[in-house]
């Protein structure tokens, strides 16, 4: 099953370096010491609050996916994909490596124009130059996007 997971560009960048997710809290007893994510499927409620934004993790499950209510008392069983829709998908820390994959990060419109590299002296030529210089620029990093954060596939550990 494709998921995805809200994070911030940096935290991305981060995870895939790593190849591991580290959640907020570790706590056995806490239903939230995972890795929350979506499924590619509408009727999610994404008006939630979310730690990061910006980023987007791709990421395949290849383990049993179980349906599990949303108020389910803790811990949640490791090993599979909890799908509590129309609140969320959830991995248990601690999970088995190999049920999970990262695929893609995709970066949010805002978040790539605030990454493309400009040097100060930009801002001193006259706004018809600038725009070319930023055109290039932008390019170059989308191209250096996609050769680094997309096509990939290999295991994501979440830790707990």
Known sequence: MRLYHFTSASQAQAIMESGKF????????NNDNG???FAFRSGYRLGQCFEGTGAKLIMEWTGPIVTTNQNASPPLAPDVLHDQHPWRCFVR???KTGLLFMTAIRFDKETIDAMVPTPNWHKHLPQFLQRPLYSRARLELLKAIRRKYRNVRFPLEVCG
Request: glycine share 14%.
């Open 22 to 29: 580290n959640p907020a809290s570790q706590h056995p007893l």
């Open 93 to 95: 820390g601690g999970s």
């Open 35 to 37: 890795l929350n994510c």
